[in-house]
């Protein structure tokens, strides 16, 4: 006797029945995923990451003479937002909220003193130096805190990020953060606790050969 079900089975097409099958595949194969039932298959589809780079070339070598007496450590939050005339924001504009951290030197180029720079007195019991104003080096942006807090794009932006070969470029902003952070190192005193530095390493240094009096000023 034929049960109805065999019969709704022989009037299926074979295509039909091609779909069905690969369907329920599919159903079986996500389902596994979802419930982790299949065993190692998290694995089996993990991306991994291969480093193929080839190795670093020294190009230069640079003798430094300058000592490096303070550093700051400086954080500030980038709100850059960028929009189109006659063109609404959700069209055509960008919005970044990015916390740039980074650090600054202040040095002092002990390579700049001169013979007339340095007087010792006749028994080397008495030294006076005269060295050059501490400076600051560039603002070093840390890459693992620094980070973008949020991101808001107009349509033909996201456009211009999928057919761009680097979307979500973060140069600006972080061209932004290296420009604050340098600036807030200006004027946050670095220079002068790096003189201040400079000194009591000089004077214990020069203390520890015998001098007993040490005397250095800045203004080179």
């Known amino acids: 006797m034929t049960t109805p079900l065999r019969r709704a089975s022989r009037r299926m097409p074979g295509w039909a029945k ?11 194969f996500f389902a596994g995923i979802r419930l982790s039932v299949l065993p190692g298959l998290k694995d089996l589809l993990g991306t991994q990451t291969h480093d193929r780079s080839g190795p670093a070339l020294l190009q230069s070598i640079q003798d430094m003479s300058r000592y490096d007496a303070a550093s700051g450590n400086f954080q500030v939050v980038v709100d850059l937002e960028k929009d189109t005339k006659y ?3 959700a069209i055509r504009g960008s919005r970044v909220l990015y916390v740039g951290a980074g650090t600054v030197d202040a040095y002092v180029d002990l390579g700049k003193v001169g013979e007339d720079d340095v007087t010792v007195n006749g028994d080397r019991t008495s030294a006076t130096l005269r060295l050059p104003h501490a400076a600051l080096g560039k603002p070093a942006l840390d890459p693992d805190r620094s980070y973008a807090v949020s991101k808001q794009r107009g349509l033909l932006d996201r456009l211009g990020d999928f057919f761009s070969d680097n979307p979500n470029n973060e140069q600006a902003v972080q061209k932004l953060a290296v420009k604050h952070i340098g600036e807030a190192a200006k004027d946050s005193g670095l220079t002068k606790r790096a003189e201040t530095n400079t000194t009591d390493m000089l004077e214990g240094l020069l203390h520890s050969l015998g001098f007993k009096e040490v005397q250095v000023t800045y203004g080179g």
């Open 18 to 28: 091609a779909v069905s099958a690969v369907v329920l595949v599919l159903v079986v």
């Open 87 to 89: 063109l609404p924001d």
